[in-house]
Protein backbone atom coordinates (compact mmCIF):
# COMPACT_ATOMS: atom_id res chain seq x y z
CA UNK A 1 0.00 0.00 0.00
CA UNK A 2 2.88 2.17 0.72
CA UNK A 3 4.09 2.28 -3.00
CA UNK A 4 0.57 2.96 -3.97
CA UNK A 5 0.58 5.93 -1.54
CA UNK A 6 3.85 7.42 -2.75
CA UNK A 7 2.04 6.96 -6.54
CA UNK A 8 -0.51 8.79 -6.04
CA UNK A 9 -0.39 12.76 -6.51
CA UNK A 10 -1.83 14.09 -2.84
CA UNK A 11 -1.06 17.93 -4.36
CA UNK A 12 -4.88 18.61 -5.38
CA UNK A 13 -5.87 17.80 -2.07
CA UNK A 14 -3.32 20.46 -0.59
CA UNK A 15 -4.63 22.66 -2.87
CA UNK A 16 -7.27 25.25 -1.29
CA UNK A 17 -8.94 25.80 -4.53
CA UNK A 18 -10.20 22.22 -5.10
CA UNK A 19 -11.68 20.55 -2.00
CA UNK A 20 -14.23 19.13 -3.71
CA UNK A 21 -12.39 17.67 -6.72
CA UNK A 22 -9.66 16.62 -4.32
CA UNK A 23 -11.71 14.61 -1.96
CA UNK A 24 -13.53 12.87 -5.31
CA UNK A 25 -9.85 12.11 -6.32
CA UNK A 26 -9.02 10.73 -3.04
CA UNK A 27 -11.42 7.80 -3.26
CA UNK A 28 -11.86 7.05 -6.30
CA UNK A 29 -8.09 7.10 -7.81
CA UNK A 30 -6.41 4.95 -5.46
CA UNK A 31 -8.07 1.81 -6.83
CA UNK A 32 -8.18 3.24 -10.34
CA UNK A 33 -4.46 3.72 -10.15
CA UNK A 34 -3.87 0.44 -8.83
CA UNK A 35 -5.99 -0.89 -11.56
CA UNK A 36 -4.09 0.70 -14.03
CA UNK A 37 -0.70 -0.02 -12.81
CA UNK A 38 -1.67 -3.73 -12.65
CA UNK A 39 -2.76 -3.64 -16.21
CA UNK A 40 0.70 -2.26 -17.10
CA UNK A 41 2.16 -4.98 -14.98
CA UNK A 42 0.55 -7.26 -16.82
CA UNK A 43 1.53 -6.11 -20.03
CA UNK A 44 5.24 -6.00 -19.35
CA UNK A 45 4.80 -9.79 -17.85
CA UNK A 46 3.52 -10.49 -21.45
CA UNK A 47 6.00 -8.09 -23.74
CA UNK A 48 9.39 -10.55 -23.89
CA UNK A 49 6.94 -13.88 -24.70
CA UNK A 50 5.37 -11.16 -27.64
CA UNK A 51 8.35 -9.55 -29.15
CA UNK A 52 10.01 -12.82 -29.55
CA UNK A 53 7.06 -14.79 -30.93
CA UNK A 54 6.55 -11.46 -33.20
CA UNK A 55 10.12 -11.40 -33.85
CA UNK A 56 11.05 -14.79 -34.93
CA UNK A 57 7.58 -16.50 -35.47
CA UNK A 58 4.58 -13.92 -37.04
CA UNK A 59 7.69 -11.74 -38.93
CA UNK A 60 8.87 -14.28 -40.78
CA UNK A 61 5.26 -15.35 -41.40
CA UNK A 62 4.40 -11.89 -43.73
CA UNK A 63 7.90 -11.67 -44.22
CA UNK A 64 7.54 -15.15 -46.16
CA UNK A 65 5.01 -13.95 -47.80
CA UNK A 66 6.49 -11.16 -49.03
CA UNK A 67 9.36 -13.36 -50.38
CA UNK A 68 7.05 -15.96 -51.74
CA UNK A 69 5.92 -13.04 -54.30
CA UNK A 70 9.47 -12.16 -55.59
CA UNK A 71 12.37 -13.65 -57.17
CA UNK A 72 14.06 -13.49 -54.03
CA UNK A 73 17.85 -14.68 -54.86
CA UNK A 74 20.87 -15.07 -51.70
CA UNK A 75 22.27 -11.33 -52.99
CA UNK A 76 21.72 -8.87 -55.42
CA UNK A 77 18.05 -7.32 -56.53
CA UNK A 78 14.90 -8.58 -56.57
CA UNK A 79 11.48 -7.45 -58.17
CA UNK A 80 7.65 -8.44 -57.40
CA UNK A 81 6.87 -11.46 -59.97
CA UNK A 82 2.92 -11.92 -58.30
CA UNK A 83 1.78 -15.86 -57.96
CA UNK A 84 4.79 -17.03 -60.64
CA UNK A 85 6.61 -18.86 -57.75
CA UNK A 86 3.56 -20.71 -57.43
CA UNK A 87 2.21 -21.18 -60.63
CA UNK A 88 6.10 -22.91 -61.26
CA UNK A 89 5.01 -24.84 -58.09
CA UNK A 90 2.40 -27.17 -59.78
CA UNK A 91 4.89 -27.67 -63.00
CA UNK A 92 7.42 -28.94 -61.05
CA UNK A 93 8.22 -32.34 -61.16
CA UNK A 94 10.37 -32.65 -58.26
CA UNK A 95 8.22 -30.88 -56.17
CA UNK A 96 5.06 -32.52 -57.28
CA UNK A 97 7.12 -35.72 -56.56
CA UNK A 98 7.89 -35.05 -53.31
CA UNK A 99 4.20 -34.13 -51.95
CA UNK A 100 3.40 -37.44 -53.53
CA UNK A 101 6.22 -39.15 -51.68
CA UNK A 102 5.28 -37.67 -48.66
CA UNK A 103 1.61 -38.30 -48.97
CA UNK A 104 2.17 -42.08 -49.03
CA UNK A 105 5.14 -41.86 -46.37
CA UNK A 106 2.04 -40.57 -44.20
CA UNK A 107 -0.13 -43.23 -45.01
CA UNK A 108 1.92 -45.82 -44.16
CA UNK A 109 3.18 -45.47 -41.27
CA UNK A 110 0.23 -43.36 -40.02
CA UNK A 111 -2.11 -46.72 -38.96
CA UNK A 112 0.31 -49.01 -38.18
CA UNK A 113 1.40 -46.06 -35.34
CA UNK A 114 -2.10 -46.16 -34.02
CA UNK A 115 -2.42 -49.55 -33.80
CA UNK A 116 0.69 -50.49 -32.35
CA UNK A 117 0.48 -47.81 -29.98
CA UNK A 118 -3.54 -48.55 -29.02
CA UNK A 119 -2.54 -51.39 -28.39
CA UNK A 120 0.63 -51.33 -25.84
CA UNK A 121 -1.66 -48.79 -24.01
CA UNK A 122 -4.69 -51.76 -23.33
CA UNK A 123 -1.76 -53.61 -23.28
CA UNK A 124 -0.74 -51.85 -19.92
CA UNK A 125 -4.03 -50.17 -19.10
CA UNK A 126 -4.94 -52.34 -15.73
CA UNK A 127 -1.92 -51.04 -14.46
CA UNK A 128 -1.00 -54.52 -13.51
CA UNK A 129 2.78 -55.62 -11.63
CA UNK A 130 5.55 -54.08 -14.24
CA UNK A 131 3.24 -52.09 -16.19
CA UNK A 132 4.68 -48.21 -14.72
CA UNK A 133 8.17 -50.02 -16.02
CA UNK A 134 7.05 -51.31 -19.41
CA UNK A 135 5.24 -47.76 -19.95
CA UNK A 136 8.48 -46.20 -19.58
CA UNK A 137 10.50 -48.77 -21.58
CA UNK A 138 7.97 -48.21 -24.58
CA UNK A 139 8.32 -44.65 -24.62
CA UNK A 140 11.66 -44.44 -24.32
CA UNK A 141 12.66 -44.62 -28.35
CA UNK A 142 10.73 -41.26 -28.16
CA UNK A 143 12.49 -39.90 -25.34
CA UNK A 144 15.97 -40.15 -27.27
CA UNK A 145 14.46 -38.98 -30.80
CA UNK A 146 14.97 -39.72 -34.07
CA UNK A 147 17.50 -37.84 -35.21
CA UNK A 148 20.03 -39.50 -32.89
CA UNK A 149 18.16 -42.52 -33.65
CA UNK A 150 18.57 -42.04 -37.46
CA UNK A 151 22.39 -42.20 -36.97
CA UNK A 152 22.25 -45.63 -34.42
CA UNK A 153 20.58 -46.68 -37.63
CA UNK A 154 22.98 -45.29 -39.95
CA UNK A 155 25.35 -47.48 -38.75
CA UNK A 156 23.41 -50.57 -37.95
CA UNK A 157 21.86 -50.34 -41.54
CA UNK A 158 25.38 -51.00 -42.95
CA UNK A 159 25.61 -54.10 -45.12
CA UNK A 160 27.53 -56.85 -43.32
CA UNK A 161 28.55 -54.58 -40.52
CA UNK A 162 25.31 -53.38 -38.46
CA UNK A 163 22.85 -55.76 -36.45
CA UNK A 164 19.67 -55.35 -38.78
CA UNK A 165 21.42 -57.99 -41.50
CA UNK A 166 22.16 -60.05 -38.89
CA UNK A 167 19.30 -60.24 -36.93
CA UNK A 168 17.51 -60.07 -40.17
CA UNK A 169 18.82 -63.09 -41.48
CA UNK A 170 19.02 -64.93 -38.62
CA UNK A 171 15.43 -64.51 -38.42
CA UNK A 172 15.00 -65.90 -42.25
CA UNK A 173 13.95 -62.13 -43.41
CA UNK A 174 16.90 -61.34 -45.30
CA UNK A 175 20.01 -62.51 -47.04
CA UNK A 176 23.50 -61.79 -44.94
CA UNK A 177 24.13 -58.57 -46.61
CA UNK A 178 21.17 -57.01 -47.64
CA UNK A 179 21.35 -53.02 -49.00
CA UNK A 180 18.48 -52.01 -47.02
CA UNK A 181 18.87 -48.69 -47.71
CA UNK A 182 19.28 -48.66 -51.90
CA UNK A 183 15.98 -48.85 -53.67
CA UNK A 184 13.17 -47.10 -53.08
CA UNK A 185 10.89 -49.51 -51.74
CA UNK A 186 13.04 -51.06 -49.38
CA UNK A 187 14.57 -47.95 -47.80
CA UNK A 188 10.76 -46.83 -47.54
CA UNK A 189 9.95 -49.63 -45.47
CA UNK A 190 13.00 -49.46 -43.78
CA UNK A 191 12.54 -46.11 -42.69
CA UNK A 192 8.89 -46.62 -42.06
CA UNK A 193 9.77 -49.40 -39.87
CA UNK A 194 12.32 -47.14 -37.61
CA UNK A 195 9.60 -44.68 -37.88
CA UNK A 196 6.61 -46.62 -36.14
CA UNK A 197 9.16 -48.04 -33.55
CA UNK A 198 10.00 -44.57 -32.60
CA UNK A 199 6.61 -43.10 -32.59
CA UNK A 200 4.27 -45.58 -31.32
CA UNK A 201 5.12 -44.88 -27.35
CA UNK A 202 3.72 -41.35 -28.03
CA UNK A 203 0.46 -42.62 -29.45
CA UNK A 204 0.82 -45.27 -26.05
CA UNK A 205 1.16 -42.08 -23.30
CA UNK A 206 -1.43 -40.01 -25.02
CA UNK A 207 -4.04 -42.54 -24.75
CA UNK A 208 -2.98 -43.28 -21.97
CA UNK A 209 -3.84 -40.22 -20.52
CA UNK A 210 -7.46 -40.79 -22.30
CA UNK A 211 -8.10 -44.10 -20.77
CA UNK A 212 -7.50 -43.10 -17.64
CA UNK A 213 -10.64 -40.95 -17.64
CA UNK A 214 -12.80 -43.23 -18.42
CA UNK A 215 -14.73 -44.63 -15.69
CA UNK A 216 -14.02 -48.12 -14.58
CA UNK A 217 -17.56 -48.63 -13.58
CA UNK A 218 -18.62 -48.43 -17.15
CA UNK A 219 -16.61 -51.65 -18.02
CA UNK A 220 -18.09 -53.42 -14.59
CA UNK A 221 -21.16 -52.72 -15.96
CA UNK A 222 -20.86 -53.98 -19.68
CA UNK A 223 -19.06 -57.50 -17.78
CA UNK A 224 -22.60 -57.89 -16.49
CA UNK A 225 -24.05 -57.90 -18.94
CA UNK A 226 -21.59 -60.18 -20.69
CA UNK A 227 -20.13 -57.84 -23.16
CA UNK A 228 -17.34 -59.00 -25.37
CA UNK A 229 -13.78 -57.47 -25.17
CA UNK A 230 -13.98 -55.90 -28.59
CA UNK A 231 -17.72 -54.87 -27.78
CA UNK A 232 -16.57 -53.11 -24.71
CA UNK A 233 -13.54 -51.94 -26.73
CA UNK A 234 -15.70 -50.44 -29.31
CA UNK A 235 -18.72 -49.48 -27.59
CA UNK A 236 -16.82 -47.55 -24.57
CA UNK A 237 -13.34 -47.27 -25.36
CA UNK A 238 -13.26 -45.63 -28.67
CA UNK A 239 -16.20 -43.37 -28.28
CA UNK A 240 -14.66 -42.04 -25.34
CA UNK A 241 -11.37 -41.67 -26.40
CA UNK A 242 -12.28 -40.00 -29.41
CA UNK A 243 -10.02 -36.35 -28.32
CA UNK A 244 -7.16 -38.60 -27.11
CA UNK A 245 -7.28 -40.65 -30.79
CA UNK A 246 -7.90 -37.27 -32.73
CA UNK A 247 -4.87 -35.59 -30.85
CA UNK A 248 -2.67 -38.50 -31.44
CA UNK A 249 -3.46 -38.93 -35.09
CA UNK A 250 -2.97 -35.10 -35.98
CA UNK A 251 0.20 -35.33 -34.29
CA UNK A 252 1.08 -38.23 -36.00
CA UNK A 253 0.46 -37.01 -39.15
CA UNK A 254 2.01 -33.29 -39.15
CA UNK A 255 4.82 -35.32 -37.59
CA UNK A 256 4.87 -37.23 -40.74
CA UNK A 257 4.32 -34.32 -43.06
CA UNK A 258 7.09 -32.57 -41.84
CA UNK A 259 9.57 -35.79 -42.11
CA UNK A 260 13.04 -34.22 -42.55
CA UNK A 261 15.81 -36.08 -40.27
CA UNK A 262 15.37 -39.66 -41.34
CA UNK A 263 15.67 -39.33 -44.68
CA UNK A 264 18.13 -36.54 -44.69
CA UNK A 265 20.56 -38.66 -43.14
CA UNK A 266 19.70 -42.35 -44.22
CA UNK A 267 18.26 -41.85 -47.35
CA UNK A 268 20.84 -38.72 -48.76
CA UNK A 269 21.39 -39.76 -51.88
CA UNK A 270 18.05 -41.22 -53.14
CA UNK A 271 16.17 -38.25 -55.13
CA UNK A 272 13.96 -40.61 -54.72
CA UNK A 273 12.85 -40.68 -50.96
CA UNK A 274 12.45 -36.63 -51.19
CA UNK A 275 10.08 -35.64 -48.55
CA UNK A 276 8.47 -32.09 -48.65
CA UNK A 277 10.68 -30.55 -46.30
CA UNK A 278 13.64 -32.04 -47.20
CA UNK A 279 12.67 -30.49 -50.91
CA UNK A 280 12.14 -26.90 -49.50
CA UNK A 281 16.03 -26.94 -47.58
CA UNK A 282 17.88 -28.36 -50.88
CA UNK A 283 15.84 -25.56 -53.06
CA UNK A 284 16.18 -22.83 -50.26
CA UNK A 285 19.66 -23.46 -49.10
CA UNK A 286 21.46 -25.91 -51.57
CA UNK A 287 20.35 -24.49 -54.84
CA UNK A 288 19.62 -20.91 -53.24
CA UNK A 289 16.06 -20.42 -55.35
CA UNK A 290 15.15 -19.51 -51.75
CA UNK A 291 11.84 -17.40 -52.93
CA UNK A 292 10.72 -20.51 -54.12
CA UNK A 293 11.42 -22.85 -51.56
CA UNK A 294 9.31 -20.11 -49.22
CA UNK A 295 6.67 -20.59 -51.59
CA UNK A 296 5.98 -24.15 -50.60
CA UNK A 297 6.89 -23.58 -47.13
CA UNK A 298 3.87 -21.72 -46.84
CA UNK A 299 1.49 -24.15 -48.70
CA UNK A 300 2.67 -26.17 -46.06
CA UNK A 301 0.86 -23.85 -43.42
CA UNK A 302 -1.81 -23.89 -44.75
CA UNK A 303 -1.83 -27.91 -45.30
CA UNK A 304 -1.41 -28.55 -42.17
CA UNK A 305 -3.70 -26.44 -41.08
CA UNK A 306 -6.68 -27.95 -42.85
CA UNK A 307 -5.34 -31.29 -41.95
CA UNK A 308 -5.65 -31.07 -37.98
CA UNK A 309 -9.42 -29.23 -39.00
CA UNK A 310 -10.57 -32.07 -40.89
CA UNK A 311 -9.32 -34.75 -38.14
CA UNK A 312 -11.06 -32.42 -35.58
CA UNK A 313 -14.17 -32.30 -37.42
CA UNK A 314 -13.91 -36.24 -38.25
CA UNK A 315 -13.54 -37.09 -34.72
CA UNK A 316 -15.40 -34.74 -32.86
CA UNK A 317 -18.26 -36.60 -31.32
CA UNK A 318 -20.99 -35.19 -28.91
CA UNK A 319 -19.34 -37.39 -26.45
CA UNK A 320 -16.60 -35.08 -25.18
CA UNK A 321 -13.67 -35.82 -22.29
CA UNK B 1 -21.02 -64.84 -22.54
CA UNK B 2 -21.28 -68.09 -20.81
CA UNK B 3 -20.16 -65.86 -18.11
CA UNK B 4 -23.41 -64.81 -17.23
CA UNK B 5 -24.63 -68.25 -16.82
CA UNK B 6 -22.06 -69.80 -14.21
CA UNK B 7 -22.67 -70.00 -9.97
CA UNK B 8 -21.24 -67.06 -8.03
CA UNK B 9 -18.48 -69.53 -6.80
CA UNK B 10 -17.50 -70.89 -9.93
CA UNK B 11 -16.71 -67.53 -11.72
CA UNK B 12 -14.66 -66.61 -8.90
CA UNK B 13 -12.52 -69.34 -9.56
CA UNK B 14 -12.25 -69.32 -12.91
CA UNK B 15 -11.14 -65.80 -12.53
CA UNK B 16 -8.65 -66.27 -10.24
CA UNK B 17 -7.07 -68.62 -12.88
CA UNK B 18 -7.85 -66.77 -15.73
CA UNK B 19 -5.87 -63.94 -13.70
CA UNK B 20 -2.87 -65.99 -13.21
CA UNK B 21 -2.93 -67.37 -16.78
CA UNK B 22 -3.61 -64.11 -17.96
CA UNK B 23 -0.83 -62.55 -16.02
CA UNK B 24 2.35 -64.80 -17.20
CA UNK B 25 0.55 -63.42 -21.04
CA UNK B 26 1.15 -60.08 -20.33
CA UNK B 27 4.62 -60.76 -18.50
CA UNK B 28 5.64 -62.67 -21.91
CA UNK B 29 4.29 -60.01 -24.28
CA UNK B 30 5.45 -56.90 -22.17
CA UNK B 31 8.69 -58.22 -21.83
CA UNK B 32 8.99 -59.29 -25.70
CA UNK B 33 8.19 -55.71 -26.47
CA UNK B 34 10.47 -54.30 -23.86
CA UNK B 35 13.17 -55.83 -25.63
CA UNK B 36 12.36 -54.53 -28.90
CA UNK B 37 11.89 -51.25 -27.74
CA UNK B 38 14.84 -51.11 -25.43
CA UNK B 39 17.13 -53.40 -27.02
CA UNK B 40 18.57 -50.98 -30.38
CA UNK B 41 19.49 -48.40 -27.81
CA UNK B 42 21.27 -51.08 -25.55
CA UNK B 43 22.83 -52.65 -28.30
CA UNK B 44 24.14 -48.79 -29.40
CA UNK B 45 26.01 -48.42 -25.77
CA UNK B 46 27.83 -51.65 -26.24
CA UNK B 47 28.73 -51.02 -29.40
CA UNK B 48 30.44 -47.97 -28.01
CA UNK B 49 32.69 -49.83 -25.99
CA UNK B 50 33.70 -52.02 -28.95
CA UNK B 51 37.35 -51.39 -30.36
CA UNK B 52 36.90 -49.51 -33.21
CA UNK B 53 37.61 -52.11 -35.84
CA UNK B 54 35.19 -54.66 -33.97
CA UNK B 55 32.41 -51.90 -34.32
CA UNK B 56 32.78 -52.04 -38.00
CA UNK B 57 32.13 -55.95 -37.88
CA UNK B 58 29.15 -58.13 -38.11
CA UNK B 59 28.04 -58.53 -34.37
CA UNK B 60 29.53 -61.77 -32.68
CA UNK B 61 28.77 -62.72 -29.02
CA UNK B 62 32.80 -63.12 -28.51
CA UNK B 63 33.56 -59.24 -29.29
CA UNK B 64 31.53 -58.69 -26.32
CA UNK B 65 34.92 -59.71 -24.29
CA UNK B 66 37.00 -56.43 -25.48
CA UNK B 67 35.10 -53.50 -23.47
CA UNK B 68 37.48 -50.58 -24.31
CA UNK B 69 36.92 -46.95 -23.69
CA UNK B 70 38.86 -45.97 -26.15
CA UNK B 71 35.99 -44.89 -28.36
CA UNK B 72 35.40 -41.93 -25.89
CA UNK B 73 38.71 -41.27 -24.95
CA UNK B 74 38.97 -40.67 -28.73
CA UNK B 75 36.05 -38.29 -28.32
CA UNK B 76 37.07 -36.35 -25.66
CA UNK B 77 40.43 -35.69 -26.43
CA UNK B 78 39.68 -34.50 -29.98
CA UNK B 79 38.71 -30.97 -29.17
CA UNK B 80 35.88 -30.70 -32.02
CA UNK B 81 33.33 -33.20 -30.36
CA UNK B 82 33.82 -32.46 -27.26
CA UNK B 83 33.21 -28.60 -28.07
CA UNK B 84 29.96 -29.91 -29.91
CA UNK B 85 28.67 -31.44 -26.87
CA UNK B 86 29.65 -28.51 -24.79
CA UNK B 87 27.67 -26.29 -27.63
CA UNK B 88 24.56 -28.91 -27.47
CA UNK B 89 24.88 -28.77 -23.43
CA UNK B 90 25.02 -24.69 -23.33
CA UNK B 91 22.29 -24.09 -26.07
CA UNK B 92 19.84 -26.34 -24.62
CA UNK B 93 20.36 -25.34 -20.88
CA UNK B 94 20.14 -21.85 -21.87
CA UNK B 95 16.86 -22.49 -24.03
CA UNK B 96 15.59 -24.21 -21.15
CA UNK B 97 16.13 -21.18 -18.78
CA UNK B 98 15.18 -18.70 -21.26
CA UNK B 99 12.12 -20.29 -22.35
CA UNK B 100 10.89 -20.91 -18.60
CA UNK B 101 11.96 -17.50 -17.32
CA UNK B 102 9.75 -15.96 -20.64
CA UNK B 103 7.06 -17.99 -20.06
CA UNK B 104 6.30 -17.94 -16.55
CA UNK B 105 6.39 -14.13 -16.65
CA UNK B 106 3.47 -14.59 -20.00
CA UNK B 107 1.59 -16.76 -18.32
CA UNK B 108 2.05 -14.93 -15.00
CA UNK B 109 0.60 -12.14 -16.40
CA UNK B 110 -2.30 -14.12 -18.65
CA UNK B 111 -3.90 -15.36 -16.14
CA UNK B 112 -4.11 -12.75 -13.49
CA UNK B 113 -4.10 -9.85 -14.98
CA UNK B 114 -6.59 -7.49 -16.87
CA UNK B 115 -4.94 -5.61 -19.11
CA UNK B 116 -6.11 -4.02 -23.09
CA UNK B 117 -4.74 -6.42 -25.34
CA UNK B 118 -4.79 -9.37 -23.45
CA UNK B 119 -6.78 -11.44 -25.83
CA UNK B 120 -5.24 -10.29 -28.82
CA UNK B 121 -1.54 -11.32 -27.29
CA UNK B 122 -3.10 -14.80 -26.21
CA UNK B 123 -3.96 -15.23 -30.03
CA UNK B 124 -0.97 -14.40 -31.31
CA UNK B 125 0.69 -17.13 -29.30
CA UNK B 126 -1.93 -19.34 -30.03
CA UNK B 127 -1.31 -18.61 -33.70
CA UNK B 128 2.21 -19.33 -33.02
CA UNK B 129 1.68 -22.40 -32.09
CA UNK B 130 0.20 -23.91 -34.78
CA UNK B 131 3.34 -22.66 -37.50
CA UNK B 132 5.74 -25.28 -37.43
CA UNK B 133 8.63 -23.58 -38.20
CA UNK B 134 10.03 -25.57 -40.70
CA UNK B 135 7.52 -23.04 -42.39
CA UNK B 136 9.27 -19.84 -41.79
CA UNK B 137 13.26 -21.81 -41.96
CA UNK B 138 13.64 -19.53 -44.77
CA UNK B 139 12.60 -16.12 -44.19
CA UNK B 140 14.21 -16.82 -40.78
CA UNK B 141 17.38 -17.50 -41.82
CA UNK B 142 17.51 -14.38 -44.00
CA UNK B 143 16.36 -12.68 -40.76
CA UNK B 144 19.03 -14.21 -38.43
CA UNK B 145 21.68 -12.99 -41.22
CA UNK B 146 20.73 -9.55 -41.15
CA UNK B 147 20.87 -9.35 -37.58
CA UNK B 148 24.29 -11.02 -37.31
CA UNK B 149 22.85 -14.49 -35.25
CA UNK B 150 23.39 -17.09 -37.91
CA UNK B 151 26.79 -19.16 -36.84
CA UNK B 152 25.77 -17.92 -33.07
CA UNK B 153 25.01 -20.63 -30.03
CA UNK B 154 22.38 -17.37 -29.45
CA UNK B 155 21.32 -16.80 -31.77
CA UNK B 156 20.01 -20.47 -31.95
CA UNK B 157 18.89 -20.16 -28.12
CA UNK B 158 16.51 -17.19 -29.46
CA UNK B 159 14.96 -19.06 -32.05
CA UNK B 160 14.30 -22.20 -30.32
CA UNK B 161 12.98 -20.23 -26.91
CA UNK B 162 10.52 -18.83 -29.63
CA UNK B 163 9.46 -22.29 -30.62
CA UNK B 164 8.91 -23.41 -27.46
CA UNK B 165 7.28 -20.50 -26.07
CA UNK B 166 3.73 -21.17 -27.10
CA UNK B 167 4.02 -24.40 -25.27
CA UNK B 168 5.53 -23.18 -22.39
CA UNK B 169 2.74 -19.69 -22.13
CA UNK B 170 0.08 -22.62 -22.62
CA UNK B 171 1.41 -24.73 -19.70
CA UNK B 172 2.10 -21.56 -17.26
CA UNK B 173 -0.98 -19.78 -17.72
CA UNK B 174 -2.74 -22.95 -17.04
CA UNK B 175 -0.78 -23.49 -13.55
CA UNK B 176 -0.96 -19.90 -12.85
CA UNK B 177 -5.22 -20.26 -13.55
CA UNK B 178 -4.74 -23.22 -10.70
CA UNK B 179 -4.10 -21.10 -8.03
CA UNK B 180 -6.53 -20.04 -5.60
CA UNK B 181 -7.30 -15.77 -6.47
CA UNK B 182 -6.94 -14.94 -2.55
CA UNK B 183 -3.57 -16.18 -2.28
CA UNK B 184 -2.68 -12.98 -4.84
CA UNK B 185 -5.03 -10.71 -2.52
CA UNK B 186 -3.58 -11.62 0.62
CA UNK B 187 -0.17 -11.04 -1.12
CA UNK B 188 -0.61 -8.02 -2.08
CA UNK B 189 -2.70 -6.42 1.18
CA UNK B 190 1.10 -8.14 2.79
CA UNK B 191 2.52 -5.51 0.86
CA UNK B 192 4.39 -7.92 -1.88
CA UNK B 193 5.22 -6.26 -4.86
CA UNK B 194 4.23 -8.41 -7.80
CA UNK B 195 7.85 -9.90 -8.29
CA UNK B 196 8.24 -10.98 -4.49
CA UNK B 197 4.52 -12.57 -5.13
CA UNK B 198 5.63 -14.45 -8.23
CA UNK B 199 9.29 -15.27 -6.02
CA UNK B 200 8.64 -15.72 -2.47
CA UNK B 201 4.88 -16.90 -2.37
CA UNK B 202 3.68 -18.87 -6.07
CA UNK B 203 7.30 -20.24 -6.84
CA UNK B 204 6.45 -23.94 -4.51
CA UNK B 205 3.11 -24.07 -6.21
CA UNK B 206 4.58 -23.19 -10.10
CA UNK B 207 7.30 -25.65 -9.78
CA UNK B 208 5.02 -28.39 -11.77
CA UNK B 209 4.56 -25.92 -14.33
CA UNK B 210 8.51 -25.17 -14.62
CA UNK B 211 9.89 -28.25 -14.92
CA UNK B 212 7.19 -29.38 -17.76
CA UNK B 213 8.11 -26.32 -19.56
CA UNK B 214 11.79 -27.08 -18.98
CA UNK B 215 11.75 -30.76 -19.74
CA UNK B 216 10.33 -29.81 -23.46
CA UNK B 217 12.90 -27.15 -23.97
CA UNK B 218 15.89 -29.22 -22.94
CA UNK B 219 14.74 -32.25 -25.30
CA UNK B 220 13.68 -30.17 -27.79
CA UNK B 221 16.95 -28.21 -28.16
CA UNK B 222 19.13 -31.24 -27.47
CA UNK B 223 18.15 -32.89 -30.37
CA UNK B 224 17.24 -30.62 -32.67
CA UNK B 225 18.44 -30.86 -36.15
CA UNK B 226 17.21 -29.27 -39.04
CA UNK B 227 17.48 -25.01 -37.69
CA UNK B 228 21.03 -26.09 -36.28
CA UNK B 229 21.73 -27.52 -39.47
CA UNK B 230 20.66 -24.00 -41.44
CA UNK B 231 21.89 -21.80 -39.05
CA UNK B 232 25.02 -23.05 -37.98
CA UNK B 233 27.99 -23.07 -40.36
CA UNK B 234 31.40 -23.63 -38.79
CA UNK B 235 32.60 -26.65 -37.24
CA UNK B 236 33.43 -25.11 -33.44
CA UNK B 237 29.75 -24.13 -33.59
CA UNK B 238 27.55 -27.19 -34.23
CA UNK B 239 25.75 -28.70 -31.92
CA UNK B 240 25.98 -32.25 -31.54
CA UNK B 241 23.27 -33.65 -33.77
CA UNK B 242 24.93 -32.06 -36.34
CA UNK B 243 28.41 -32.63 -35.99
CA UNK B 244 27.17 -36.39 -35.75
CA UNK B 245 25.53 -35.56 -39.27
CA UNK B 246 29.67 -34.66 -40.32
CA UNK B 247 31.18 -37.85 -39.28
CA UNK B 248 28.70 -39.69 -40.50
CA UNK B 249 29.06 -38.08 -44.02
CA UNK B 250 32.53 -37.25 -43.97
CA UNK B 251 33.93 -38.50 -47.31
CA UNK B 252 37.73 -38.43 -45.50
CA UNK B 253 38.20 -42.17 -45.62
CA UNK B 254 36.30 -44.70 -43.72
CA UNK B 255 33.78 -43.42 -41.51
CA UNK B 256 34.91 -44.46 -37.60
CA UNK B 257 31.76 -46.85 -36.44
CA UNK B 258 33.46 -46.75 -32.61
CA UNK B 259 33.34 -42.78 -32.82
CA UNK B 260 30.16 -42.21 -33.81
CA UNK B 261 28.50 -45.03 -31.55
CA UNK B 262 30.12 -43.36 -28.75
CA UNK B 263 28.57 -39.87 -30.43
CA UNK B 264 25.03 -41.67 -30.46
CA UNK B 265 25.36 -42.83 -27.06
CA UNK B 266 26.46 -39.10 -25.71
CA UNK B 267 23.52 -37.55 -27.28
CA UNK B 268 21.23 -40.28 -26.28
CA UNK B 269 22.24 -39.89 -22.09
CA UNK B 270 20.89 -36.59 -21.30
CA UNK B 271 17.71 -37.62 -22.57
CA UNK B 272 16.87 -40.95 -21.06
CA UNK B 273 18.33 -39.67 -17.42
CA UNK B 274 15.98 -36.10 -17.72
CA UNK B 275 12.80 -38.51 -18.15
CA UNK B 276 13.74 -40.75 -15.94
CA UNK B 277 13.84 -38.06 -13.35
CA UNK B 278 11.04 -35.54 -14.53
CA UNK B 279 8.82 -38.59 -16.12
CA UNK B 280 5.91 -37.43 -14.31
CA UNK B 281 5.84 -33.81 -15.32
CA UNK B 282 6.80 -34.81 -19.04
CA UNK B 283 3.33 -36.81 -19.00
CA UNK B 284 1.48 -33.85 -17.16
CA UNK B 285 2.48 -31.62 -20.58
CA UNK B 286 1.87 -34.34 -23.10
CA UNK B 287 -1.43 -34.78 -21.53
CA UNK B 288 -2.10 -30.72 -21.36
CA UNK B 289 -2.33 -31.79 -25.17
CA UNK B 290 -0.94 -28.62 -26.58
CA UNK B 291 2.43 -30.42 -28.21
CA UNK B 292 3.52 -30.30 -31.65
CA UNK B 293 4.42 -33.28 -33.51
Known amino acids: MSRVNERFDLAPVLHPGGQVDAERTLHRAPSSARRRRKARTGGLLVTPALALIVAFVLFPLGFAIYISLTNWPLIGPYHYIGLENYRELFHDPEFLHSVRFTVTYTAIVTLPIFFLGYGLAVLLRANRFGSKVFRTLFFLPFVVGLTTESFMFAIELQPGAGWVDWAMSHLGLASATQAWTVTHDRTLLTISVIVIWFASGLTMLILTGGMQGIPRELYEAADVDGASWLKKELRITIPLLRRSIALSLIISVIGSFLAFNQFFILAQNNASLETVVEWVYQTAFTSYHLAYGTSMALLLVIVIGIVSMAQFLALRGETEL | ?293
Open chain 2, 1 to 293: MSDVALEPTRRAQRGRRDRSANFYAYLVVSITLALFFVLPLVWEAARSFQPANLAAATPRGADFTHFTLGNYRAVFSQEHILTNVLNSLVVAVGTALLTTIVATLAGYGLAKFRFRGSGLAFAAILLALMIPFQAVLTPLFIELNDMHLTNSLVGLILVYTTFNLPFGVFVMRNTFQQIPQELFESAEVDGAGVMTTLVRVLRPLIVPGLATTAIFAFLYSWNEFLQALTFLETDSKLTLPVKLFDIDTSTYGAINYGYLSSGIVIAMVPCIVLYLALQRYYVQGLMSGAVKG
